[in-house]
Nanobody, 124 residues
Framework: QVQLVESGGGLVQAGGSLRLSCAAS????????MGWFRQATGKEREFVSL????????RYADSVKGRFTISRDNAKNTVDLQMNSLKPEDTAVYYC?????????????????WGQGTQVFVSS
């Protein structure tokens, strides 16, 4: 059974930075696509970023491109999301997810495992 636990959320002023971390247990996830998604109040869950297991290809939503950076440490079984130049519209619960087929998909429904989420609040 795979468990994902996010950490690093909090309150930050616009223009500030946060680093989210996702720690996996129960299985080595080096071959999985790992994704970050977010869900703001009253909105659907949306794709933020992903990193594939094979080759480490990364992908970003247009709204975060150039500001967020995803990385993984397979030895530690962790995936991080460095978020810079944060904006109030980045406020959301951020979720880590794992796709066992390593398809590089951005669709939340294609992810097999999810963390409980960590809240990010960006004040203006």
């Amino acid at each position: 059974q795979v468990q994902l636990v996010e950490s690093g959320g909090g309150l930050v002023q616009a223009g500030g930075s946060l680093r989210l971390s996702c720690a996996a247990s129960g299985r080595t996830l080096s071959g999985y696509t790992m994704g970050w998604f977010r869900q703001a109040t009253g909105k659907e869950r949306e794709f933020v970023s992903l990193i594939r297991g094979s080759g480490g290809t990364t992908r970003y939503a247009d709204s975060v491109k150039g500001r967020f950076t995803i990385s993984r440490d397979n030895a530690k079984n962790t995936v991080d999301l460095q978020m810079n130049s944060l904006k109030p519209e980045d406020t959301a619960v951020y979720y880590c997810a794992a796709n066992a087929w390593d398809t590089g998909t951005t669709r939340p429904t294609s992810y097999d495992y999810w963390g409980q989420g960590t809240q990010v609040f960006v004040s203006s």
